[in-house]
């Protein structure tokens, strides 16, 4: 028998168990009150129930997969429990998850091995997806639990968070995507919580937006009001519109995108795609200068000054753009900063000058601007400020997954005291006895403001400090997380009474699989085969010497995004691609996949890019077709082979 020790469950812990036992629930409670220790309970539970069964529990990255790895075997009798991360090459990975009673994976990782048919979910008795907000779109959290509820004989599904977000349509798609029949929340204010919840101070520290970086907003606000007002004279937005959100401009821009891709050639299309990325960046600038700090600032300034694309080299011929650069660049020789370095080191020196053995983390959205935190903070005397960023990016910042985690246990032993994170510090990583958070900027998302406060008044009192330049999208920003967050409370309340929407099939419900695909063992990435599987594909991953896909032996298809149609035309590969395509298949055909405008991807001549497609179609007999995303491609490749399936068995019953 399995059982938990070295804790004493708590009451609301119980009680939120027996919900957990009886159906699929989703579990919302503030960060460092035991959302792992409801799993392990949870864990024990099933593993004594269904014999012979194994416990699989996701979470999002590998420090937090080695933390609940470390935090069940303190907590439990099983033997047993391993860690699977992509870093383990597959082989391996599949005898570890045999041999393993419970498993803590990424879900990458596991979502490769499922489609490789490396391992199966058929076993499992609980899956428990961890940061389960995450559930929405494509994440690899959403077909995970659709996979499980077809293969699994018992299945059983917890979902933990600290904030699902406050949106009811995204909730409903959470419980939706995870097959939740029931809700579970508390709050800092329920009674069953109240005497083991620490005090928590919230502060917010309001800082001056001085003169000097007005005029450099002046500057960037007479750029974005002349390319709004451009965008409203094409008809592309509403004439009465001043401002244009960020939401609105990306929406804007795939409307735009999809429009060219069906051979729509009005030019004001190309305009707008031009004016949307201008204006993209002019709000991203202002953001940097409103929030962050000059040196930040003017690195952006700069790549896009330098940038190779049209709107780039528009922005760069504009007087009050090149003036704003000018400005800042002056600034920063007079050694003059945003006045949140000067308050920000001041807070600092003040907790540490309190509390010598205060730990500190810091919250700051950009990396840059967290990496010019660091060398600042080091300067004050008793500081020693380490940055914990995500993996290393094409500017060479980066931590590998091994340092991170290093990071941590070096914080959580105060080799530093103070820890400058960007969001990849906001998610369950358990760092006990945190004294001070500081919000770099508040944040527009419920989500993460509730994420980043419960760093701090884990094991006893803990301060928060949001800083907030006044007048700015700072202000914005924490009164829309505010809002939300209220709302997100109502939102669950009122779902919780009406979560009964029996999501649940039997493995009757689902098909049996409808036709065969072949796919090169190079695509096992590729969502397409995800969603090739919700088609009721079965897949078979090989090494082909030609094509993406194999249909059947007359077909074959190689398939490209723009941008590697494209890509492969400038390194001379895609002809001798082509040519691989039609000596191997009597039917090859080339599906271009996506809704870039093909001649905007990089600096090619358009009389490059028609030759290529012409000689194509023409010269070696290849059709061209064209999809809008993966979905749209696993659509196809299904409506392909199901004809040519028909087809041959027409021509069976004609032969006999």
Known sequence: MYS???????????????SCKKENTLVILPTGLGKTKIAIMLAVERLNLVKNSKILILTPTKPLAEQITKEMKESTNISDIEVLTGLIPPEKRKKIFKDSTAIVSTPQGLTNDIMNGLISLEDISLIVFDEAHRAIGDYDYVWIASEYQKKAKYPRILALTASPGSDNKKIKEICSNLFIDEIEVKNREDEDVKEYVQDMNVDWISVEFPE?????????????????????????????????????????????????????KELRLWQGISLAAQLLKLQHAQELLETQNLETLNTYLKEVLEGPSKANKSLAKDVNFKSAFIKVNSLIDQEFDHPKIKKIKEIIQTQIEENKKSKIIIFNHYRNSANLLEKELNKIKDVNAKLFVGQTKKSGTGLSQKEQVQIIEDFSNSVYNVLISTSIGEEGLDIPQVDLVIFYEPVASAIRSIQRRGRTARLKEGKVMILITKGTRDEAYHWSSFNKEKRMYKTLTDLKQKIKLKFQKTLSDYPKKEFVIVADYREKNS????????????????????????????????????????????DQRLMEQMIKLRENFEKPILIIEGTENIYEIRNVHKNAIQGALSSIAV???????????????????????????KKQTEMQKKLK
């Open 527 to 570: 969502p397409i085969l995800k969603n090739l599987i919700d088609e009721n594909a079965e897949v078979q991953l090989k090494q082909l010497k030609a094509a993406d896909y194999i249909i059947s032996e007359k077909i074959g298809i190689e398939r490209k995004t723009v941008k590697d149609f494209v890509d492969s035309l400038v």
């Open 4 to 18: 938990i020790s070295n804790f004493e469950p708590r009451a609301y812990q119980l009680h939120i168990l027996e």
């Open 212 to 264: 000097e970086l007005k005029k450099v907003k002046e500057y960037l606000d007479n750029v974005s009001n002349e390319v709004i007002f451009k965008i409203k004279n094409l008809g592309l937005v509403g004439s009465s519109q001043e401002y244009i959100s960020k939401v609105q401009l990306i929406e804007l821009q795939r409307r735009i995108q999809g429009k060219l891709a069906r051979g729509d």
């Open 619 to 645: 010269d070696f007999n290849i059709p061209i077709l064209y999809t809008k995303d993966p979905k749209e491609t696993a659509s196809l490749l299904k409506n392909i082979s199901l004809r040519e399936t």
